[in-house]
């Protein structure tokens, strides 16, 4: 069974959670185990693969330079250049 992390938006508790994958959501669902907020609750990935998923979700994506670099290297990727894939990670992310 996989290790999940966990972050709760509102006092960055992190934990994690040894769950089948089709539980994965379940701490999502339940309040903050340290400042017991409801639906804050958001799932971290921490494979590298799916970095992405969880910055999308990160409130200061903005502010993060190596990030935006990565992105900006993204869009100018052959095959993502010229495309509505370039469009769509400069409206997103940059
Ligand atoms: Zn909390």
């Not at 992190?14 to 799932?43: I, Q, R, S």
């Not at 990030?67 to 900006?72: T, V």
């Not at 370039?86 to 992310?93: C, L, S």
């Amino acid at each position: 069974m996989p290790t999940y992390d966990y972050k709760c938006r509102k006092c960055n508790h992190a934990f994690e959670e040894f769950l089948p994958m089709h539980k994965c959501n379940a701490p999502t669902e339940m309040p903050c185990p340290e400042c017991k907020c409801k639906e804050c609750v958001d799932k971290a990935f921490s494979t590298p693969g799916l970095h992405l998923d969880r910055r999308t979700n990160d409130v200061t994506k903005n502010k993060d330079p190596q990030f935006k670099e990565a992105m900006e290297r993204v869009s100018k990727a052959a095959g993502v250049k010229g495309t509505k894939y370039e469009r769509e990670i400069k409206g997103k992310y940059l």
